[in-house]
């Protein structure tokens, strides 16, 4: 087990929290053969899943090896989301959302040792509609990180909403004005950037839309990969701190406290190449 610990801690790592991709085409561009590629996306998804599911169950005092074989279907799933998410038709990054959403459940109720259908968590925008087919029950919670992205992109006079590809992408997509994204203060750049499954995307008219649409199919899986955190890992976790009391069952009811930007931007120091970060490499392989 030590041994295969940086393994699967690379595994762990393949959902981001803020993650950007670079200026130019090439910077997107790997060398790998695509069979390679998608290969290795498939089982670090499903791989992922299980783990999820097994390590949650196990917990819980269940059965590791039937949650996480249950789990290995769910990231499957969460898998095939991404790869229709980077394609570039109209609404590919809603349903591919939808799908992996379908996925990310899976993994959740496999961990809870419930049907793989018995809770859907389903996404839109700032939104989690949370869904019991079985009995036909269903709440709305607001995720109150993605709504503080969202009204920081409408009053930054530098952002406009970009509503077709908003609705196209199953969440909000601002756009720059002809300028670059930058961050860390000064030191880079960047052509787009995802907080809390937000989109802001560099329109610059000299690098041509095939850069811009490379760029919003990048973030797109970005948003994928933290949609699968926040409902797998940290939402379990906040929900697990807040506890049972009155007060926080009606706060938890309404609100989701989507913690996954900031865990994965401090994870991602273990990296100091940016472009080494799983998720980066898989976000590039997607949108290449």
């Known amino acids: 087990m030590r041994r295969s610990a940086p393994f699967l801690l690379a595994l762990l790592l393949a959902a981001p929290a803020s993650a950007q991709c670079g200026?130019?085409?090439?910077?997107?561009r790997p060398d790998a053969p695509r069979w390679v590629g998608e290969f290795a996306a498939l089982s670090a998804n499903a791989v992922l899943g299980g783990?999820?599911?097994?390590?949650?169950?196990?917990?819980?005092g269940g059965s590791f090896s039937d949650a996480f074989l249950r789990g290995l279907l769910g990231g499957s799933a969460v898998y095939a989301?991404?790869?229709?998410?980077?394609e570039r038709f109209d609404g590919a990054g809603l349903i591919g959302r939808q799908v992996a959403a379908a996925g990310t459940s899976m993994v959740r109720n496999a961990g809870n040792g419930v049907h793989a259908f018995d809770r859907l968590l389903?996404?839109?925008?700032?939104?989690?509609?949370?869904?019991?087919?079985?009995?036909?029950?269903?709440?709305?919670?607001?995720?109150a990180v993605a709504l503080g992205w969202i009204v920081y992109g409408i009053a930054e006079s530098q952002l406009e909403l970009d509503w077709g590809r908003s609705v196209g992408a199953g969440t909000a997509v601002?756009?720059?004005?002809?300028?670059?994204?930058?961050?860390?203060?000064?030191?880079?750049?960047?052509?787009?950037?995802?907080?809390?499954?937000?989109?802001?995307?560099?329109?610059?008219?000299?690098?041509?839309?095939?850069?811009?649409?490379?760029s919003l199919a990048h973030e797109r899986i970005h948003v994928l990969q933290q949609d699968f955190i926040a409902a797998a890992w940290t939402d379990p976790l906040v929900d697990a701190l807040l506890?049972?009391?009155?007060?926080?069952?009606l706060v938890r009811s309404h609100i989701s406290v989507n913690v996954s930007?900031?865990?994965?931007?401090?994870?991602?120091?273990?990296?100091?190449?940016?472009?080494?970060?799983?998720?980066?490499?898989?976000?590039?392989?997607?949108?290449?």
């Open 51 to 60: 783990l999820t599911s097994g390590v949650t169950r196990r917990l819980a």
């Open 243 to 249: 506890g049972r009391t009155a007060p926080t069952r």
């Open 122 to 143: 389903i996404p839109f925008g700032p939104f989690r509609v949370d869904l019991s087919p079985r009995d036909g029950h269903w709440s709305v919670r607001t995720d």
């Open 81 to 86: 989301g991404k790869r229709i998410a980077a």
């Open 174 to 214: 601002f756009r720059t004005r002809g300028t670059v994204i930058s961050f860390d203060g000064e030191e880079a750049h960047a052509a787009g950037v995802t907080n809390a499954g937000v989109i802001y995307v560099a329109d610059v008219p000299a690098y041509g839309e095939r850069v811009y649409e490379r």
């Open 23 to 28: 200026l130019t085409v090439e910077e997107c």
């Open 261 to 288: 930007t900031e865990l994965m931007r401090a994870l991602g120091r273990l990296f100091p190449k940016h472009d080494d970060r799983p998720w980066e490499i898989e976000s590039i392989f997607f949108a290449r």
